[in-house]
């Protein structure tokens, strides 16, 4: 690099892509629906883009010199990468056109598959709840340097007048991030490719230069790892890599980001960022939030290298502390480091505007910031930095008086709430012994070896989507809709018992979202109306605010179970969502710990249980699909965080008799290295996804010894695709393999909410036969 741009005082990592309207969902939707051609498509996606570049100017950015990041992927970011480097799995080689680039149809084969090729496979993105298609990487993947679109997005906007900053995954987390392809040898490493990588990406440099990008920002969370911090120590693969890539003629300067955490070693804060700054990159990002501060002498290490110090939230929607922000970044400052403000992280996790909201209580917007509200705090932050404290006098008052208020609000401290969790001693975490439990639950239930059940949802048909909106715009009668649910759970009901189930749900038509139900139903909790997050590709999920005390002011799931029950002699299981995954799908206060935050849910989750118990249910089932989701990044803070979650589900469940049947459900990710926070959750029963992977966590629970009840899902929800009977059995056969038939339950993966009647039905009754088969021939010990 000749001369350098400098880099802007202020700037975000990313911006939500989805649109305030939900736009580009929209889009996406009617593109693949075949109602909206490719060019149709992209004029949408311009349009959103051109709104965006002029709505950040609005908020302060200046659209000319880099601090606006051009983060437009159509699906995914990772998926972006993947397309611009060329590196498509064999299964798809055909899609690369002559150069190597990917089109956008086979941008979207890759994120959809076509019916012969499964899709790129979904997992999530750090401790986020957000998903990215991981990278299949062999040792003959090809590495291209194709990055048309965004060097095309760049070339437009440069045309209107604005500079923007593309922005990549960069090359160790890409790798990081990848699978082995199938079929590369046992072993393999996609890591082994980076110098392949490397030189295409150098070769991505130059592209985007060319199209007139000053700065490029790469994306390097994979760093915030065990793994990754261990490749950025000194004279490490980080550093090869980055001296490689700053060695390119011609290139942008180059921010490398973090985010989600401390880069490097946490036992060296910034180490990592001054092997960046040595190997040539002209802009490190820290994550102030989540991570360490960098130390004194890793900040003069930088040297001339500027510090983009995220200091506003990312992840959170509460309002920035503007003047401890400022602390910080003086201090940086002071320390010898050239400082500019950021986001911790791309503001992909947060809604748009908090202006877009309505209905909260009154109490809430002025806590709160939204991606443009925090788009508004980096500007000021930079102002405060430059100009001194009295340039941005007004705003620091109007945040430290919204802190004021928030901490002093009625609700966010509730005595009653209080007391209780202070004096919660072992016992209310602590039920009987198991076996015990077992005998008294048999006894009071009956059920046959290897009984059968779903995991609570019915299919969410049009008509009961339709009776939600309709009694939400007022033209039914809650009446109305209530009598509705009556029907629809009565025929839910009737089915189960034609079909045979022996242990039955109310199907849940009640619920619009497993999470968001309950935050309507507990106090402390606000809903929002637009706050959107991307969850993937086009799919948003709208977080609840979790803001203050939690508690439970009446029993809510009760008429509902009650009422299932009362049409069947077959036992019914009670519903409801965990404590800690009501806390990871929804935005969650930051003045305590989240394991105190999480008692308080557990116990107004234990409330609603004991009225069930009281109402006469004699199985509850809670369920915890998230409980993987908020597993730190980093070993050495796992075991902490495994002990406060399990212990607020104990704490939910502990005060239910030791005859009323406690059953939990996990899914949406592997649970093998987590077995003894499983077993440490006690439930008598837990129902856990597993036919993808052909039953592999049930020979991990084994070889671990546990002894309750395991309903490994024998029946793949999450297509259309009916299991043949035979395919069931087979899988029976395998659980029976490794645990015992009297520990065997035989359940499907997950609730059956997106699912349609009719694969629904025959899927089921192929179980229920299997079931039975299975039953004939297992011999049961005593
Ligand atoms: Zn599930």
């Known amino acids: 690099m000749s001369t350098t741009p400098s880099f802007p005082a202020a700037t975000i990592l990313g911006y939500p892509r989805i649109g305030p309207q939900r736009e580009l969902k929209k889009a996406l939707e009617a593109y693949w629906a075949g109602s909206l051609d490719e060019a149709g498509l992209e004029s949408a996606a311009a349009q959103l883009q051109d709104r965006t570049v002029e709505s950040l100017a609005n ?20 998926l972006d990468t993947t397309a611009a480097l060329g590196a498509l799995p064999a299964r798809f080689a055909d899609l690369a056109a002559e150069d190597g680039s990917v089109g956008t149809a086979a941008y979207f084969t890759l994120a959809r598959g076509d019916g012969q090729r499964p899709p790129l496979e979904l997992t999530k993105w750090f401790d986020t709840n957000y998903h990215y298609l991981v990278p299949e990487i062999g040792p003959g993947t090809p590495f291209a340097a194709a990055v048309h679109r965004l060097s095309g997005i760049i070339r437009r906007q440069r045309e209107r007048g604005a500079v923007l900053r593309p922005v990549l995954v960069g090359p160790v987390t890409y790798l990081l991030l990848a699978k082995a392809e199938d079929g590369a040898p046992a072993g393999f490493d996609p890591l082994s490719r980076i110098d392949d990588a490397v030189a295409a990406y150098a070769g991505i440099l130059a592209e985007l230069a060319a199209a007139g990008a000053d700065w490029v920002q790469l994306d390097e969370p994979g760093l915030v790892t065990d793994r990754g911090g261990e490749l950025a120590a000194p004279g490490g693969l980080v550093e090869r890599a980055y001296r490689t890539l700053a060695d390119t003629a011609g290139r942008p300067a180059l921010l490398v980001s973090t985010g989600y955490g401390t880069a490097g070693d946490p036992a060296q804060p910034g180490q990592a960022l001054a092997v960046l700054a040595a190997a040539g990159v002209e802009a490190v990002h820290a994550d102030l939030v989540r991570g360490a501060r960098p130390a004194a002498g890793a900040l003069q290490a930088l040297g001339g290298t500027r510090l983009v110090a995220g200091v506003v939230d990312g992840r959170n929607v509460w309002r920035n502390d503007l003047l401890a922000s400022l602390d910080v970044l003086e201090q940086l400052r002071e320390a010898g480091a050239a400082v500019s403000v950021a986001t911790s992280t791309s503001l992909l996790h947060v809604p748009h505007d908090v202006a877009a909201e309505t209905a909260l209580p009154g109490h809430l917007p002025a806590w709160l910031a939204f991606a443009d509200q925090k788009v508004a705090e980096t500007v000021v932050l930079a102002r405060g930095l430059a100009e001194g ?20 609000f009625d609700g966010v401290v509730v005595p009653q709430v209080r007391t209780r969790t202070d004096a919660l001693t072992e016992d209310a975490f602590t039920r009987g012994p198991a076996e015990r439990r077992a005998e008294v639950q048999q006894q009071r239930l009956g059920l046959p070896v290897l009984p059968t059940t779903t995991i609570g949802s019915f299919p969410q048909t049009g008509e009961v989507r339709r009776a939600r909106a309709a009694v939400r715009n007022g ?55 637009n706050g959107w997050v991307q969850s993937y590709g086009s799919r948003c999920t709208r977080p609840s605010i979790l803001w203050g005390d939690v508690s439970r002011p009446q029993a809510f799931t009760v008429p509902w179970i009650s009422f299932a029950q009362s049409l069947t002699d077959r036992p019914l299981k009670g519903m409801l969502t965990g404590p800690v995954t009501i806390l990871a799908w929804s935005f969650v206060r930051d003045d305590q710990p989240l394991g105190e935050t999480a008692n308080q849910v557990a116990l107004a989750l234990r409330d609603e249980i004991a009225d069930l118990e009281a109402a006469g249910t004699a199985i509850v089932q ?6 993987r989701e908020l597993l730190p990044l980093r070993a050495a803070d796992q075991q902490a965080y495994l002990d406060w979650s399990v212990r607020a589900f104990r704490l939910a469940t502990s005060g239910a008799a030791e005859q009323t049947q406690i059953h939990t459900h996990l899914c949406y990710s592997e649970f093998g290295e987590v077995i003894s926070a499983i077993d440490g959750l006690d439930a008598d029963v837990t129902s856990i996804e597993a036919a993808r992977s052909r039953l592999e966590v049930v020979a991990d629970l084994a070889g671990f010894g546990y002894s309750r009840g395991i309903g490994p899902g024998v029946y793949d929800i999450h297509s259309p695709r009916v299991p043949s ?5 087979g899988l029976i056969e395998t659980a029976l393999a ?3 038939a009297r520990q065997l339950w035989i359940n499907p993966d997950c609730g059956l909410k997106t699912r349609a009647y009719a694969e629904t039905v025959e899927s089921l009754r192929n179980l229920v036969a299997a079931a039975r088969t299975a039953r004939e021939t297992v011999s049961v010990e005593a």
């Open 475 to 529: 033209s039914i009668s809650q009446a109305e809709y209530e009598q509705f649910l009556r029907d629809e759970i009565t025929r839910v009901v009737r089915l189960q018992e034609d079909l045979g189930l022996d242990v039955l749900v109310h199907g849940e038509p009640e619920r619009n979202d497993m999470v968001q139900y309950f935050a309507e139903n507990f106090d402390g909790f606000a809903a929002t109306e």
């Open 622 to 627: 809670v369920d915890e699909p998230a409980l």
């Open 389 to 408: 404290r009295p340039a941005v006098a007004a705003e620091l008052q109007e945040a430290e008086a919204a802190l004021r208020h928030r901490a002093r």
């Open 725 to 729: 009977e035979q395919e069931v059995a």
């Open 738 to 740: 490794s645990i015992p």
């Open 59 to 78: 908020l302060g950015l200046d659209a000319a010199d880099s601090s606006i990041p051009a983060d437009f992927a159509l699906y995914d970011q990772v």
